[in-house]
């Protein structure tokens, strides 16, 4: 039996004006083109016990070379958005996408997101049209989130690097991707500087969890960090379990992820709700649960990371 009342933190959107776009996009990466609107992901989420989704969009708002558009694009998700948040605010909450690579015009956007929008915290790609998020050029955004304590979502995208032949980016690509920048943010020292920001790594944090002790080694090509401090910067990430509650990938991620950081995600609509269902019964059926942790993982740590959302 399902534990209920999920909170899914790792739900997509798809304004109708985008709807073509992210068609488009999902062939050229090789994936099933999404479908969304309101009445079917709800409907989809009490099918699944999800007692709310907060959306987000996945996708870059535009080409790198038009920031104009970038902003325009960012405030049209968001704007749609929220209001979809308004008409259901139990069943629905939002993570605001910003105009990167404009740090300036990011950081307006957040503002007005966190301030005018109630949105619940950010999303960022997990990198900017092959610029990793711990490069110095996005300080001041660190900076300002990590004086709002923001919640931010690190959703992955294709890396800078030609895909594997036949085999879809978002499959095999994207957990690469979201390792990548992890680390990058991490030997940068980006959560070391910002530890109020609450960062997301979906999908288990790819394949994170179970490399992490091979990754501190790099800690001792830097004078100023120690393996065991890489371990605890990677461990201060968030790991939510879209795509990734497997028996192979569950035990890895609970045996690394600090107490309270893991949460659930359904990736629902760029992962047909017919492919997922195999996830969600592997997160009921794992036999090591120790009492009250697949509850927390199903919605206690969420509503601690959320509180608005505790009571619905």
Do not use: C
């Not at 032949?165 to 920048?181: A, C, E, H, N, Q």
């Amino acid at each position: 039996m399902s534990d209920p009342a999920r909170i899914d933190v790792h739900q997509h959107l798809v304004p109708p004006h985008l709807g073509r776009a992210m068609a488009e996009r999902a062939e050229a990466l090789g994936w099933p083109a999404p479908a969304w609107d309101v009445h079917s992901a709800i409907t989809m989420m009490d099918r699944r016990s999800i007692a709310t989704g907060i959306l987000s969009f996945p996708a870059p708002v535009a080409a790198p070379d038009d920031p104009a558009a970038a902003r325009a694009g960012a405030r049209g998700v968001n704007e749609y958005t929220a209001e979809v948040v308004k008409d259901r605010p139990d069943r629905f909450g939002h993570f605001a996408v910003l105009p990167l690579p404009d740090v300036d015009a990011a950081l307006a956007e957040a503002a007005r997101a966190l301030d005018e929008l109630n949105a619940d915290g950010l999303t960022v790609l997990s990198n900017v049209h092959g610029r990793y998020l711990g490069a110095p050029v996005f300080e001041p955004l660190w900076a300002e989130l990590d004086a709002r304590a923001a919640v931010v979502l690190v959703h992955p995208t294709a890396p800078p690097v030609a895909p594997v032949p036949g085999l879809p980016s978002p499959l095999v690509d994207f957990p690469y991707d979201t390792v990548r920048t992890a680390l990058h943010m991490v030997v940068n020292g980006v959560p070391r500087r910002y530890p109020r920001i609450r960062m997301i790594l979906p999908h288990a944090g790819g394949f994170l969890p179970y490399a992490a002790h091979r990754f501190a080694v790099a800690a001792r090509l830097h004078p100023d960090s120690t393996p065991e401090s890489l371990l605890d910067d990677l461990r201060s990430f968030y790991f939510d379990t879209a795509i990734s509650a497997g028996p192979a990938a569950l035990p890895s991620l609970l045996a690394f992820a600090a107490p309270g950081h893991v949460l659930y995600g359904s990736d629902f609509p760029m992962l047909p709700e017919e492919w997922a269902t195999g996830f969600d019964s592997g997160l009921d059926a794992y036999p090591r649960w120790e009492p009250g942790q697949l509850h927390a993982v199903n919605r206690g740590n969420a509503e601690l990371l959320l509180p608005r959302l505790a009571r619905f």
